[in-house]
């Protein structure tokens, strides 16, 4: 017996790092053919872009902009502290170490996404996570609803990073086929991963996009079979640049000869430098030595106020150096070895840049995350009013 033809589905698929680069031409997925327009991301990594696009609030009203923040009294790390730093000296141990150290903060409770990378172990307790709570889950934003909250009231599903890539696709044309769902809402980090292995112009990159086309194309298809109506809608938290250059600041940092963290505190990110300081010499010193550098600048506070990104109790580093496009600190605390694709540039960049892809020509194309979040929240929004 055919089954009846449900009314409507508003289907969402959230491809992390998906640029305008990339998806700004109509050769990717021309099923999608609503007018595509550059939409501007946030500073930051994902860390502050997805943040963004799932509740709406900028930066300095999530509080998130990097991974890591400095911590305060009651940082996930200084639970750990007490037998992590006497064991940190053990060179081939890290990789154990790391590993026991993230399995006692998912025990302990911390549901966001987070990656111990290589933040020296020994100064692992100075700094905090910004995302404990999964920003993809009821509930993430505290009191403020995302839309893991409309998702999941309008009787939606939504498969986050937990969720392995093959299977959260399998699994979203099964929820199609059934056709009792009105929303469903799939988060892709593939693209993401392949571009920062080879490079936003890579071969494998060309695969991996074509291979996304064609599983978004297939569900397309199963969707308009399966409802009346479809609103499907594809977008990335950024883009990706192509890297150029790599860059030693650790090295120079060193050779100022002051004590970490006594003198001054820092965290290197791929594409920031950011540091706190417990003496004016030393201040004085990293100041002046970053000044010399030609490969980056300081943002000063008008401009982390402008991009809706100034921490006043200097969260994220009383000085934030960033890089120039394409360029990255090799060593830092994510690697010690280079990649070929980077994002976490300024949101000007021309890489940064993402786009809105859509099957809806009644849309006013948004220019920002933010206006990304507010059409999806009109559109999950809807549900129950239409038909």
Do not use: K
Request: with cysteine.
């Amino acid at each position: 017996m055919r089954r009846p033809v449900s009314e409507r589905l508003v289907l969402i698929f959230l491809i992390d790092a998906l640029g305008y680069t990339q998806a700004g031409s109509h050769a990717f997925l021309p099923e999608f053919d609503s007018a595509r327009h550059p939409v501007r991301s946030v500073l930051g990594y994902s860390s502050a872009a997805l943040p963004t696009l799932m509740s709406g609030l900028l930066p300095e009203e999530h509080r998130h902009l990097s991974m890591y923040r400095r911590a305060g009294r009651d940082g996930v790390f200084s639970r750990l502290d007490w037998w992590l730093r006497p064991l940190s000296g053990m060179t081939g141990r890290q990789w154990t170490l790391r590993r026991w150290a993230a399995a006692s903060l998912r025990r302990a409770g911390v549901t966001g996404y987070f990656s111990l990378y290589e933040v020296p172990l020994s100064l692992l307790s100075r700094f905090d996570l910004s995302q404990r709570h999964d920003v993809f889950s009821p509930g993430g934003f505290g009191a403020h609803l995302g839309l893991a909250d409309l998702v999941a009231a309008a009787g939606g599903r939504l498969w986050n990073w937990t969720v392995p890539e093959a299977r959260a696709f399998a699994e979203l044309g099964e929820e199609i086929d059934r056709g009792e769902r009105p929303v469903l809402f799939l988060y892709s980090a593939e693209l993401d991963a392949t571009m920062h292995a080879h490079g936003p112009e890579g071969e494998a990159t060309a695969a991996c996009l074509a291979s996304l086309e064609r599983r978004m194309r297939d569900l397309l298809v199963a969707a308009r079979r399966r409802y009346r109506e479809v609103r499907a809608f594809a977008f990335g938290d950024h883009g990706m640049a192509e890297v150029s250059a790599t860059h030693d600041l650790w090295s120079r940092l060193d050779r100022l000869g002051l004590s970490v963290p006594r003198d001054f505190l820092f965290f290197l990110d791929s594409t920031m430098a950011r540091f706190w300081f417990g003496t004016d010499a030393a201040r004085r010193a990293v100041l002046a030595l970053l000044a010399e550098l030609p490969y980056g600048r300081l943002l000063d506070e008008r401009e982390l106020r402008a991009e809706r990104a100034w921490f006043p109790e200097a969260d994220y580093g009383e000085a934030i150096f960033l890089l120039r496009e394409g360029e990255i600190l090799v060593p830092s605390f994510m690697s010690g070895q280079p990649v070929r694709g980077m994002h976490g540039y300024h949101p000007n960049d021309a890489s940064m840049y993402t786009t809105l892809l859509s099957n809806c020509r009644d849309l006013d194309p948004p220019t920002d995350l933010a206006g990304i979040h507010a059409l999806l929240r009109r559109e999950i929004g809807s549900i129950g009013q239409a038909g």
